[in-house]
């Protein structure tokens, strides 16, 4: 990708640009006299700056391959796939960029410049551009591919003409610039990696961080390599070239300027006009539509998580038999932290205790302040015999030692992986963590989703953690009323170390949507549909 001279191999220290006329194998274009001189006063400080633009533009493109992957993962979920996508591709692409960059090393300067516009341009506006077309056009897939395609060819053509830059300050070994050049590439994909997650997501949010990234590149790559080497273009190129910086930076301004809008418009083109609440936390997107006095709808990651008059069946199914089969004083909620599931739980009347542990506190915080949402719960969340966590269920769980908590009742109110989700929340693993925290007698009840294979391999999984499984459904979706034609019913598992029965408590109100002879009934005909030959369970490290 460097271009070497024919001959003898360079000495530390000897300038490039001596003014000989071009050797065998020589693509720069000399530097005037005046500019050559002036390296040569400061050679160290121009190298210097190099490295420092090298490190900066590393940190952006890394920031620019956090924010695809994460955007990917918020509005499709399955961040395998999406991870998967967008780092082949990227990588792919930077090769394919290194191999194009040869043909610009001539004039490096002018090239690295119109590069790193073209990075923080593309790179800046990205966020908002794959969530407009995921909002109108619906072809999220294909230009996230072209996108990361397009910013990956761009980072892939930094190195060969940041190689050249310091090869035209003073020539050197090529193995001892190359470290260098490396070091502060990788050191500052370091930084941007880091920067990611505890600064710009939770300053700025995507769209802005985006930006922000973007403004930075284009200063600190074209503006310091135009600085260091104004001389190398012509003046009337070196004009449009600081033209066109300035150009990047006043249409980064007015995206940002105007992202608000825009996001604004796409979530309305999605979710129609009574948008209520809508934010990009640290880990989802959440979206609340319709009036205060309901029907409320609540979105999670674009995903329909909450219908308000269909809400009830899915809340009811997973809680009630659960709470019936035995002692119910102390309650453990992993999910549910919209307070749907600990407003059935409140209900019966023996409960003493809940703890709800939920990764997202924005999340529990909306179904506490919102009017609507919290009169959909009951406002469950404020009853003081309710305790929320903000924590990884799967990570609070590891942290729990089993002599120091015990529960009754463990309800895992986390949709299923044929539903959207995560996987990890529903592997054998995380049902062994859940089983210790049992207390004599517990029982575990889970959401098994829609799809009857899903429903055999969470139960493989329960069965692998050492607990007895009653299957048991209930019919229409919770956001049947919602999406028209959808009224499929949904799966669920009751679980124990002892064979639980299946019955409802006459110390709660008696549930809209279930009745003893309809959930013995719906057991009944599951069990005599199980598969001779259960499909595995899902772990952690297996097939998924």
Same mark, same amino acid.
């Given at each position: ?14 300038? *490039? ?99 790193? %516009? ?14 407009? %077309? ?59 990696? *880091? ?28 503006? /310091? ?22 150009? /990047? *930076? ?149 942290? /729990? ?80 009323? %919602? ?9 669920? *598992? ?51």
């Amino acid at each position: 990708m460097i271009n070497h001279p024919a001959g003898p191999p360079a000495q530390p220290g000897l300038d *490039l640009d001596d003014g000989s006329p071009p050797r065998l194998g020589r693509s720069l274009t000399p530097l005037p006299a005046r500019r050559r001189a002036r390296l040569r006063a400061r050679p160290r400080l121009a190298r210097l700056a190099v490295l420092l633009a090298a490190f900066v533009c590393a940190a952006c493109g890394l920031v620019y391959e956090l924010e695809l992957v994460a955007l990917g993962s918020y509005l499709l979920g399955d961040s395998v796939t999406q991870t998967s996508v967008v780092l082949s591709v990227m990588v792919f692409a930077m090769g394919l960029g290194s191999l194009l960059a040869k043909r610009f090393t001539r004039r490096p300067a002018t090239a690295f410049a119109l590069v790193e %516009c073209a990075l923080a341009l593309t790179g800046g506006l990205s966020v908002l551009a794959l969530y407009s %077309c995921w909002a109108w056009i619906g072809r999220y897939q294909a230009a996230m591919v072209g996108l990361t395609c397009l910013i990956g060819i761009l980072i892939g053509a930094e190195i060969p003409l940041l190689m050249t830059l310091i090869q035209r300050i003073r020539r050197e070994d090529a193995g001892r610039a190359a470290a260098d050049l490396f070091a502060a590439d990788y050191v500052g994909a370091l930084i941007g990696g *880091l920067a990611f997650p505890f600064l710009i997501l939770p300053a700025f949010g995507q769209g802005t961080g985006a930006l922000v990234t973007g403004a930075v590149n284009a200063v600190a790559g074209a503006a /310091v390599v135009l600085w260091l080497f104004r001389e190398e273009p012509a003046p009337r190129v070196r004009a449009l070239l600081w033209g066109g910086c300035a150009l /990047v *930076l006043a249409v980064l301004a007015a995206a940002a300027a105007w992202s608000g809008a825009v996001e604004r418009a796409a979530r309305h083109a999605l979710y129609g006009a009574q948008v209520r609440f809508a934010a990009h936390s640290r880990y989802q997107e959440i979206v609340l539509t319709g009036p205060a006095e309901g029907p409320l709808r609540l979105y999670r990651d674009g995903r329909l998580a909450v219908c308000g008059p269909d809400e009830y069946r899915g809340s009811e199914a997973l809680v009630h038999p659960a709470m019936a089969a035995g002692p119910d004083a102390r309650v453990l909620v992993l999910g549910g932290g919209d307070g749907l599931a600990a407003r059935e739980v409140l209900r019966h009347g023996g409960v003493r205790s809940v703890l709800l542990v939920d990764l997202d506190p924005a999340l529990t915080r909306l179904a506490r302040t919102d009017p609507g949402l919290a009169a959909l719960s009951g406002r469950s969340l404020d009853d003081p015999r309710v305790r929320t966590v903000a924590a990884d269920p799967l990570e609070w769980l590891r942290g /729990v030692r089993p002599g120091d908590r015990a529960f009754d009742v463990v309800l895992a109110d986390l949709p299923a992986p044929s539903d959207g989700g995560t996987v990890k929340f529903h592997s054998q693993e995380f049902y062994g963590l859940a089983t210790r925290l049992l207390s004599p007698g517990g029982r575990l009840a889970v959401r098994a989703g829609s799809d009857e294979h899903g429903l055999w391999q969470v139960e493989s999984g329960l069965r692998a953690a050492g607990l007895r499984t009653v299957p048991y459904a209930v019919q229409g979706s919770p956001t049947a009323s %919602c999406v028209p034609g959808r009224d499929d019913g949904q799966d669920f *598992l009751l679980a124990a170390a002892a064979q639980p029965p299946l019955t409802l408590s006459p110390d709660a109100p008696p549930p809209r949507a279930l009745s003893s002879d309809a959930l013995r009934a719906s057991s009944a005909r599951l069990t005599a549909r199980r598969p001779a030959r259960p499909p595995a369970a899902l772990t952690l490290l297996g097939p998924h």
